[in-house]
């Protein structure tokens, strides 16, 4: 063995590396379930703009029971947190290869935490202005006609939820195509490049739904709405 290796051995110990192999699982496991999926469901509920202020506003802000609030606090902000602390972490080891690998897989790598970066500030932001504030400040939830108006006449919140959601919605798409390989959901050629095309409609539909949901509310937020 060269003294090279010998070190590299003695500096990571059989242990550190399975503790580190399962921190990486479940935090890979928790960035989809529970919170991919509440995501989407987030997107979708959104949608429900459309409908106008009292759906979007039972569907988004209201929950059945304090409860059910409390819940979904848990279940959706500890994986965050979780995530967030495995990701920033992984962040400091990151290294580029560009040239030593295949350019896409590498341009892939970095966007993911290029993206990684964008939704820290985006979900930071986010969670204080249309869930904490509102409710800090004026004693109730996030009202539709405020967004909606912030919105339209806004435009760096415009522009702060477009680039937000599209992060969001390749961070997401991505990743889940990235643990896919990593649990070995598929190994053939055949089944790669399908699941290739699977993220790449995920990432189209999560980043629909967003746009879609923006639309909704910058055109509710319009003069002729209010
Ligand atoms: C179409 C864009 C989006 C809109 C209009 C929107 C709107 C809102 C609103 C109004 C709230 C407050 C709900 C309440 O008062 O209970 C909220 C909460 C939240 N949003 Fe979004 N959101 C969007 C996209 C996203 C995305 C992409 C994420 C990604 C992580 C996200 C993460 C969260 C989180 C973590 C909460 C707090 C949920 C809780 O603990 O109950 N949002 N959102």
């Known amino acids: 063995m060269t003294s090279h290796a010998?070190?590299?051995?003695?500096?990571?110990?059989?242990?550190?590396?399975?503790?580190?192999?399962?921190?990486?699982r479940i935090a890979s496991l928790l960035a989809i379930f529970p919170?991919?999926?509440?995501?989407?469901?987030?997107?979708?509920?959104?949608?429900?703009?459309?409908?106008?202020a009292d759906a979007w506003q039972t569907a988004v802000t209201q929950y059945p029971h304090p409860v059910a609030q409390a819940l979904t606090g848990v279940i959706v902000?500890?994986?965050?947190?979780l995530h967030t602390v495995w990701g920033l972490a992984r962040l400091r080891t990151a290294r580029v290869n560009l040239g030593r690998y295949a350019y896409y897989a590498n341009l892939k790598y970095v966007l993911q935490r290029l993206a990684g970066i964008g939704v820290l500030?985006?979900?930071?932001?986010h969670l204080w202005l249309a869930f904490l504030k509102p409710r800090a400040t004026e004693g109730h939830a996030e009202a539709f006609a405020d967004l909606a108006q912030e919105m339209?006449?806004?435009?760096?919140?415009?522009?702060?939820?477009?680039?937000?959601?599209?992060?969001?919605?390749?961070?997401?798409?991505?990743?889940?195509?990235?643990?896919?390989?990593?649990?070995?959901?598929?190994?053939s050629r055949r089944g790669l490049r399908r699941l290739e095309g699977t993220a790449l409609v995920f990432f189209a539909l999560l980043l629909a739904m967003a746009w879609g949901a923006i639309y909704a509310l910058w055109a509710a937020g319009g003069p002729a709405h209010l």
């Open 6 to 24: 010998a070190q590299s051995s003695a500096a990571v110990s059989p242990d550190a590396s399975r503790a580190a192999f399962l921190r990486s």
């Open 35 to 52: 919170l991919g999926v509440w995501i989407v469901l987030h997107l979708w509920n959104n949608l429900s703009a459309f409908q106008g």
């Open 77 to 81: 902000l500890l994986p965050l947190a």
């Open 121 to 125: 500030f985006f979900v930071g932001a």
């Open 152 to 187: 339209h006449f806004n435009p760096p919140t415009l522009i702060v939820y477009l680039l937000g959601t599209l992060g969001v919605a390749y961070h997401l798409a991505n990743g889940a195509h990235a643990s896919c390989m990593s649990w070995g959901v598929v190994s």
